[in-house]
């Protein structure tokens, strides 16, 4: 097992739900994971008492010498809302109604740096090739630059609208002891959900997790204090960005050049955590703040601000009993020069909130049958960062471009199972119910047929049923 902290990010996967999956420690065996997290945080749900993990498929000898590994997984899967659209509202990554998804068709190369005995170096790459991908790329990266297109992810590597190639993570790492240094396009530290399918209970995921960062690019460095603190500290270029400046001179300058850092991308990224003795609680928060560019409209010709954006991520873990679990997470962000509409008479105007509460249990049947269930409030208070259907949003042109945010509270209720008929196969249906309550009646509406049918088509629903079922296999 790989014991320290420090060459995992925290968050993604606190105590996560896929812990199921841990890998026998003997021979030379990949790593069992492609989460974000450190194997101690995913003690609360290890199924140490079924198996040894997936049997890997990818053996490279002279690789494997060095402790470095390649393995993977395939997500596919099917979902589909009562209303007959053909997506489902602001359920990304598993958005198409009746249409099966390859979701993720993943490789990991990695070696894990392990300052136990000293200096050590350690890095890895991922590759994802599916639905997924364009959720998942960084400006400058895998994704066109910001400013020429006026919206914040198109990716650059797509066959189709519903499929290409993503580079969510790569990086080196350096570590010494109980301190580790991450350079690099790495995953994001905030939230309890992660983009890769084998790190997650449920298909589909939260608002919480869908409209935050999935990507950082800079440095992050972590230091294991004692066994119960661990705290991290960064600077990255901001939100799933690789390293798309600010734009100052040209067609695309931004209107706003005063605002004070204007012409830096720079971001702090860091947090604290702890974790019990006992192993049974654990508290993290993390943060990441800094200026990022907001456009006035999908118009590009309209042009963009600069003003700061700040996310606050805490995520509480207890493990009732041996087969219950809480998992709690409060969200709250800010967007400054956000060119939105007060919600209310004392909000300062320009300016974008959202936030949000995170409630799930998991609970253990069997070795091989796992059931939870997910209540989530979600509040985009300006309409600003809730947006649909954006895989047709990330690609001018296409019917259904966004024509307004979503201003208002959102609900959604998910029930799970997790079934692992043997080490490397999980089967995972769920079903959902999504509600919206809006600020006023004048606001579009996030569900219905009319979602992704014509221009500036918004929907005619105020919630939605959904039911879906993915199947992951690991190779």
């Known amino acids: 097992m790989r014991r320290h902290r420090v060459h995992r990010t925290i968050l993604a996967a606190t105590f996560a739900t896929a812990s199921w999956l841990v890998a026998t420690t003997g021979g030379a ?20 008492d079924y198996g040894s993990g ?15 590994f390649t393995y993977g997984w395939i997500e596919a899967g099917l979902g589909a809302n009562n209303w007959g659209s053909p997506f489902n509202g602001p359920v990304n990554m598993a958005d198409r109604s009746w249409q099966g998804q390859l979701n993720q068709f993943y490789l990991v190369t990695e070696r894990v740096a392990d300052g136990s005995q000293g200096w050590d170096v350690g890095g890895r790459a991922d590759l994802l090739f599916g639905t997924d991908y364009f959720y998942t790329t960084a400006l400058g ?34 570590a010494y002891e109980n301190v580790n240094l991450r350079f690099g396009h790495f995953y994001s530290i905030l939230g309890f959900e992660q983009v890769p399918a084998i790190g997650n209970f449920f298909y589909t995921h939260c608002f919480s997790m869908m409209f935050s960062p999935f990507t950082f690019t800079g440095f992050l460095g972590s230091w294991e204090i004692d066994d119960e603190f661990t705290v991290y500290s960064g600077v990255t270029t901001g939100w799933n960005n690789f390293f798309d400046g600010q734009p100052m001179t040209g067609d695309f300058a931004i209107l706003n050049p005063t605002y004070p850092g204007a012409s830096s991308n720079a971001s702090y990224l860091g947090g604290v955590e702890y974790e019990s003795l006992d192993k049974k609680e654990k508290i993290a928060v993390t943060i990441t703040t800094g200026n990022e560019v907001t456009t006035i409209s999908r118009n590009p010709a309209d042009g963009s601000l600069v003003g700061n954006r700040t996310l606050v991520s805490t995520v509480y873990t207890n493990r009732l009993s041996d087969r ?3 998992v709690f997470q409060n969200d709250n962000a800010w967007q400054f020069n956000a060119n939105v509409a007060p919600a209310a008479a004392n909000e300062q105007p320009g300016t974008a909130q959202w936030y949000s509460f995170v409630n799930y249990l998991f609970w253990e049947f069997t070795p091989e049958w796992q059931g939870a269930v997910r209540l989530e409030y979600f509040r985009d208070n300006n309409g600003y960062i809730v947006s649909t259907p954006l895989r047709n949003e990330s690609q001018l042109g296409n019917p259904g471009d966004w024509t307004g945010g979503f201003a208002g509270s959102f609900w959604e209720l998910t029930f799970g199972l997790n079934w692992y008929p043997n080490e490397n196969w999980l089967i995972r249906p769920e079903l959902r119910y999504d ?31 959904y039911a879906g079922c993915d199947m992951v296999w690991q190779f």
Request: glycine share 8%.
């Open 29 to 48: 065996q990949a790593p069992e994971m492609s989460d974000v997290a450190p194997d101690e945080v995913r003690e609360a749900w290890e199924r140490t």
């Open 54 to 68: 997936p049997d890997r498929r990818i053996h490279l000898p002279r690789l494997e010498d060095h402790d470095i």
């Open 324 to 326: 219950l679990i809480w």
């Open 435 to 465: 509600w919206f309550t809006p600020n006023n009646d004048s606001v579009p509406l996030p569900y219905g047929k009319p979602l992704g049918q014509a221009i500036g088509a918004g929907g005619d629903q105020y919630g939605q049923f």
């Open 141 to 174: 990266w895998d994704a066109y630059n910001f400013q020429p297109l006026g919206i914040e992810n198109t990716a650059a590597w797509g066959f189709s609208k519903d499929y290409g190639i993503a580079m969510p993570q790569l990086y080196a790492d350096l």
